[in-house]
């Protein structure tokens, strides 16, 4: 298995609502992320996990708040969205933080109304 | 911070022609890494590079890792109307765990 699967696909949540977005990997990455992505631009990084421990949060707002479960799953939990934090929202993994190539996943694809 | 640098932001190749893309950088890096993201779908990695000089090749294209460590590039030959979409470069130093991205190329295929 070299996926990295992201359910759901697409979500349309309100700015009252509690989500949560699921990333999953099977390749023995020990290393995981999430990234935003806005239209045209590059992925930008906000929470990476190594060994199951959050390592960085790149100053991401509370109402965004990343969970690893174990070396396998990464959750990211949303609550009381703004409508500019619509965006796709990316998982990767990698071998280890600092030395190997991302897998990404498809993405989901967010929008807060 | 580190930067990538990725030029011109559009190009518009004819199908069967081959296409070169650079990325610059003031800073070392020591993974190199080449993307391509179709619209609503996550970044693909086409080839990655971990030593300085290094060529690698995977069917059509071909990059290589500068012997600088501060730029590579990324060749397509014989382009095909799937190859449509933006190609990012994406650099890591070895020291942080921070993914730095180009701001990516958006590549136009004319059949």
């Known amino acids: 298995d070299t996926e990295v699967t992201q359910t759901p696909k697409h979500l349309v949540m309100g700015m009252t609502n509690k989500k949560s977005l699921k990333c999953e990997q099977h390749?023995?990455?020990?290393?995981m992320y999430w990234y935003k992505q806005k239209a045209k631009k590059p992925p930008e990084l906000m929470f990476v996990?190594?060994?199951?421990?959050?390592?960085i949060n790149e100053s991401v707002p509370s109402r965004f708040s990343p969970e690893c479960p174990n070396s396998s799953l990464l959750n990211l939990h949303l609550h009381a969205l703004q409508p500019e934090d619509s965006a796709l929202y990316l998982c990767?993994?990698?071998?280890?933080?600092?030395?190997?190539?991302?897998?990404f996943g498809s993405g989901t694809r967010l929008t807060v109304v | 911070g580190q930067q990538l640098n990725q030029s011109p932001q559009s190009m518009f190749i004819q199908e069967g022609e081959d296409v070169s893309m650079n990325c610059t950088s003031s800073?070392?890096?020591?993974?190199w890494l080449w993307y391509k993201q179709d619209p609503g779908e996550g970044p693909v990695l086409l080839i990655a590079?971990?030593?300085?000089?290094e060529l690698t090749s995977n069917g059509r294209l071909t990059a290589q890792f500068g012997i600088t460590r501060k730029d590579s590039f990324l060749n397509i030959s014989a382009s095909i109307p799937s190859d449509v979409g933006i190609y990012f470069c994406?650099?890591?130093?070895?020291?942080?765990?921070?993914?730095?991205f180009g701001k990516g190329i958006t590549l136009s295929v004319r059949p």
């Open positions: 994406a650099g890591l130093n070895g020291a942080n765990s921070k993914l730095t």
């Open positions: 590079l971990y030593k300085a000089g």
């Open positions: 390749m023995g990455h020990r290393a």
């Open positions: 996990y190594s060994y199951e421990k959050l390592s």
């Open positions: 990767a993994s990698s071998q280890d933080e600092f030395n190997y190539g991302y897998t």
């Open positions: 800073s070392i890096f020591n993974t």
